[in-house]
């Protein structure tokens, strides 16, 4: 990049992923499916893989006696995710308080990468060559998606598993307005169901982009010495942002597989 | 912007994530946290026990205190019965051994005065025959008024 750049150059030029063509071999997205945004996964790993091995490493060595600092910090998060579990939910399941603390922590942590100043990782990677780097993984619908499609399914899992396809059947006709309006029943269930997904991704694609965006507008559009204001004090508010919405996208998943556990 | 293989590429790693925090991360803090809860639970009930104990200690303690006084108050008792006996006996004793002391002099005494009188009666009896003799200058044959000897004695 020169100084001779343009500001709408220059926020395109964040808006790229770093791309790599399956099909074609080549590090370039064309638009076609067959497309691996590496950054996003790459990002989405690193941070990941912290959580799990912090986590990994704190149950490890957990001890019934007196918990470390480290074995405080994840007995409270487990603690945390499982209080809210058990606040909603109430039958027997091994896999929704797991579920709801991985996904508040890996979220959180996605989300975190936000408060990363816009261009120090792509320019810390130019040097090596890498043309494009998005570092917010959540900022990318693919990842959000990749998320609430999991959860989704889970809720079709649980659906039939819970309530037996003819619990289904009957609940999508009869639900919530009696057997002789069946076909708005129906329409209501599949509306309902299919927007979960959407609810779940487009929230939290929605804020990160957008947070993602005003940081990219801030330091595309002010002069260098003037952008720290501006820059922090909407970093510090995306603090806030961060953490809610990853806790919103935890509450939502514990509500819909809740949801879906429970008869009509 | 578009969606594509990444999708499916974060729902693979999405799995894998739930799953293992569900397998490794999960079940050991679980057993952990349970265990302390057991260990707590199990203080709680063995200081409300040592406590149940204590109070029942305490209930034993004064039980035996209050026994033991009994005891030692029974234990006076007979000493005291014990020895009123003793000096009582031992007054018996006394009693009894004084009265036969009593009793002996009093025989001795009784014999010595008997023994005095019949010496005295003797003595008496020489006494007139010695007396008689010089009176009638004349040596009576003891032998042979021996009886009349005897007549005056018995007659003193």
């Not at chain 1, 289904?168 to 006709?173: I, P």
């Not at chain 1, 609810?199 to 952008?227: D, H, K, T, Y």
């Not at chain 2, 999708?7 to 925090?21: D, E, N, Y």
């Not at chain 2, 021996?146 to 003193?156: G, K, N, S, V």
Request: aromatic share 12%; net charge negative; glycine share 4%.
């Amino acid at each position: 990049m020169t100084e001779t750049i343009s500001t709408a150059q220059y926020i395109e030029h964040h808006l790229v992923h770093l791309a790599y063509n399956v099909k074609s071999g080549q590090w370039h997205d064309d638009g076609s499916f067959w497309v691996l945004n590496v950054d996003s996964l790459l990002v989405a790993w690193v941070v990941g893989f912290a959580f799990l091995f912090l986590f990994r490493f704190a149950a490890v060595r957990a001890t019934s006696a007196a918990p470390g600092k480290l074995q405080n910090f994840v007995e409270i998060m487990i603690d945390f995710a499982q209080g809210l579990v058990k606040e909603s939910f109430h039958g027997k399941c091994d896999l929704m308080a797991p579920l709801s603390l991985t996904v508040f922590c890996w979220v959180f942590l996605m989300n975190l990468m936000d408060l990363l100043p816009v261009d120090l990782v792509p320019r810390f990677l130019e040097l090596f060559g890498v043309e494009h780097f998005k570092v917010v993984p959540t900022a990318d619908p693919n990842m959000t998606f990749g998320l609430s499609i999991g959860i989704f399914l889970l809720i079709l899992y649980y659906n039939f598993k819970i309530k037996r396809p003819k619990g289904v059947l009957k609940e999508m006709f009869t639900a919530p307005f009696g057997i002789w309006l069946f076909p708005i029943n129906i329409m209501f269930r599949l509306v309902e169901e299919c927007v979960k997904p959407f609810s779940l991704s487009l929230r939290l694609f929605g804020n990160m982009f957008a947070g993602e965006l005003i940081f990219i507008l801030v330091a595309a559009m002010l002069p260098w010495w003037s952008q720290w204001l501006p820059a922090g004090a909407w970093a510090i508010f995306h603090i806030l942002i961060i953490t809610i919405q990853a806790f919103i996208f935890m509450m939502l998943t514990i509500v819909y597989l809740t949801m879906a556990h429970e008869q009509h | 912007m578009n969606i594509n293989l990444t999708l499916l590429g974060q729902m693979i790693t999405f799995a894998v994530f739930v799953w293992f925090t569900m397998k490794y991360v999960w079940p050991p803090m679980m057993k952990a946290l349970e265990e302390r809860q057991k260990k707590i639970a199990d203080g709680i009930a063995a200081a409300e026990q040592s406590q149940r104990d204590l109070e029942l200690a305490e209930r034993k303690a004064l039980e035996i205190l209050r026994e033991s006084k009994e005891g030692a108050s029974h234990i006076l008792d007979a000493a005291n019965k014990r020895a009123e006996t003793i000096v009582e006996e031992a007054r018996e004793v006394a009693r009894v051994d004084g009265q036969r002391i009593v009793a002996h002099a009093h025989d001795q005494v009784q014999q010595a005065v008997v023994k005095a009188k019949e010496e005295l009666r003797s003595q008496v009896g020489m006494l007139v025959v010695m007396t008689a003799e010089k009176v009638l200058h004349r040596n009576i044959d003891a032998e042979k008024h021996r009886d009349l000897i005897a007549q005056a004695i018995e007659e003193i």
